[in-house]
């Protein structure tokens, strides 16, 4: 069957392709070859500008542009051509070298020069880079979508920034807060641990097939080839890892991964509290025209989005931790085992993007559903113990925390039964005002001036 969204058999090239599409040319096979075709031939670019390997002369401005062209205006033709290589020769990295080779034929400036195609490199150093891009390149796309849902978060904070709700500690009643404080403390979360994913050194090698310079050496023992592949490595905006076997040691990549799992685990803690908030009915869903709940209770309006965002960040977390625990680790000097895993980078981004989307649709959808939110406020006014008990504390009563378990726990409290017991109290008289104006619905301390300010700190 020809591969389309119906046959494909991952759901992020079929059913979810449209919100996946945008790590397609970065992440699939066509994108690893058109990033190692850009290190071979910044690499030859490189040799000709190194006054110290006179064999490679100073290209013109004609060779130049060649070269340039093949990588902007590398194609799918060109990725199939590399393909048709590979197929003969059974090596992926050796094809790029010979596809190059054939693509600069009748440009006689570069053939004089062909066999500087890939020089002195080992696959893996055409390969980590290629890696390394992919990975900086498609982290803007995750960083951007982060970005946005995270706005939303912010956004849904900043709606409800003085809306009281009834917290639930252990599932019971407990002191108030607001719908907004609840949701800035998910906004900062996520905003940390997109500081860390930022932070994250994407490294790159440039050393031969041990990491030591050998055949580099061995060739020009008088050139600083450090020095040159540092150069090299930073030009692309890559750090330079000075240490390595022939492979690079993918340390950071590990970084990467946990950084996203750890941006993904605050989220699913976000979509299981909003699945909680609407069962409880403190969200309403805004209904959509045409939308089917369920195929067989019409009223249905289920927390879809949401559920479906938990599962696919899930499966996203399972196998980010798989690539953290695996590609730190290589046989010695180098083992193959790697080399099919690295391929599968883009797979856990890929159900990242979907989760992202299905939750900022989610959220779209939410209404704070305040009538409901006031009336277990109202059905809760045993939650003012603690403040009562507070107050007692400070002016001395014995055994306040005592006294209030006594009166209120496992009992139906309401308004008059803590005005009375209030009203007895041997306390300053505004200190019984106070506690006499204290409702459910005000008892929420610093949660509004919290709430507010997540706008300035995201």
Known sequence: MKLTELTAISPIDGRYFEKTEILSSIFSEFG???????????????????????????????????????????????????????????????????????????????????????FACTSEDINNLSYALMLLEGRNIMLTKMRELLSFIAKLAENNVSVPMLSRTHGQTASPSTVGKEMANFAYRLKRQIEQLESVKIMGKFNGSVGNFNAHICAYPDLDWQYISQNFIESFGVNYAMYTT???????????????????????????DIWGYVSLGYFKQKTITGEVGSSTMPHKVNPIDFENGEGNLGIANAINMYLADKLAISRWQRDLSDSTILRNLGVSCAHCLVAYASIVKGIGKLQSNKAKLTQDLDNSWEVLAEPIQTVMRRYGI?????????????????????????????????????????????????????????????
């Open 32 to 118: 690893l070859i058109k990033y190692r075709v850009l290190i071979e031939v910044k690499w030859l670019q490189d040799m000709a500008d190194n006054i110290g390997i006179k064999e490679v002369s100073s290209f013109s401005q004609e060779a130049t542009k060649f070269l340039d062209d093949i990588v902007t205006n590398f194609s799918l033709i060109d990725a199939q051509e590399v393909k048709m290589i590979e197929h003969t020769i059974n090596h992926d990295v050796k094809a790029v070298e010979y596809f190059l080779k054939d693509k600069i034929k009748g440009n006689s400036e570069l053939e004089a020069v062909s066999e500087f195609f890939h």
């Open 246 to 272: 022939q492979i690079e040691p993918h340390d950071y990549i590990a970084e990467y991964f946990h950084s996203i799992n750890r941006f993904n685990t605050v989220l699913i803690d976000f979509c299981r």
């Open 398 to 458: 014995e055994n306040p925390y005592e006294k209030l378990k006594d009166l209120t726990r496992g009992k139906t409290i309401n308004a008059q039964v803590l005005v009375e017991f209030v009203k007895d109290l041997d306390i300053p008289d505004e200190a019984k005002i106070t506690l006499f104006k204290l409702t459910p619905m005000t008892y929420t301390g610093d949660a509004q001036k919290l709430a507010k300010a997540i706008k300035q700190l995201i």
